[in-house]
């Protein structure tokens, strides 16, 4: 329950900390605090469960966070009004505006990737994009497929991070591959591996 004032605070101290990847994750829904951390991300991620309704829950909030950037690049200070002399130049202004609206705003800014959990099989990337129902959603980069694997029930069901509980299970796997993607390059540019990783963050 932040105030917008106290949203924009804390995305403001996130930025600051003294880390490389910082990584928000967002409860369910569609509310303005979801967006606007949404929004403020250097990459963003939708999560949804490889099924219908959960792709379609994916769909609706992609396109309200594509709403809310147009809605933040609309609110600019006025120009000042041009005069026009005649209709004939006032048609080919709007013409041109309309156009350069249309180009500047296809995909409205907003392309985030997805990441599909309870994937049927091992592990692995289903496909290397994911159409989303609703109009004009279009297709989503899938980062990753998340298996369906029992060891997450257990996982939740004695509070234990899944690595730690069964680290040679297929979902463990697929975490793992994961990380090695989204961590930081060491400085010598090899990349880190997921080994050690906090629980808090799986």
């Known amino acids: 329950a932040l105030a917008p004032e106290e949203v924009q605070g804390l995305i403001e101290d996130i930025a600051l900390l003294d880390a490389d990847v910082a990584i928000i994750d967002l409860a369910a829904g ?22 219908e309704r959960s ?3 994916a769909g609706r909030f ?8 147009v809605a933040r690049g609309s609110a600019q200070a006025p120009r000042k009004p041009k005069i026009y002399s ?18 500047s705003q296809r995909g409205w800014g907003v392309e985030p ?9 091992e592990v692995g990337t289903p496909a290397e994009t994911q159409t989303l129902p609703g109009d004009g959603v279009g297709a989503l980069t899938v980062v990753a497929g998340l298996p369906d694997d029992a060891a997450i029930e257990r ?25 090695i993607r989204v961590m930081p ?3 010598t540019g090899e990349p880190t591996t997921p080994v050690g990783l906090e629980p808090s963050l799986v």
Do not use: N
């Not at 005649?86 to 180009?103: I, Y």
């Not at 730690?164 to 975490?175: F, G, M, Y």
């Open 30 to 51: 569609f509310g303005p605090q979801q967006l606007e951390f949404f929004l403020c991300g250097d990459e963003q991620w939708v999560v949804a469960r490889a099924e």
């Open 55 to 57: 792709l379609a829950d």
């Open 62 to 69: 992609v396109k309200r966070a594509r709403l809310r950037r």
């Open 86 to 103: 005649s209709l004939d130049a006032l048609v080919r202004d709007m013409t041109v505006a309309r156009r350069e609206e249309v180009f």
């Open 113 to 121: 990737e997805l990441l599909l959990t309870s994937c049927p099989g």
């Open 155 to 179: 996982s939740i069901a004695e509070l234990r991070p899944v690595l730690d509980l069964a680290p040679t299970s297929a979902i463990a796997r697929a975490v793992e591959e994961l990380a």
């Open 185 to 187: 390059a060491l400085p």
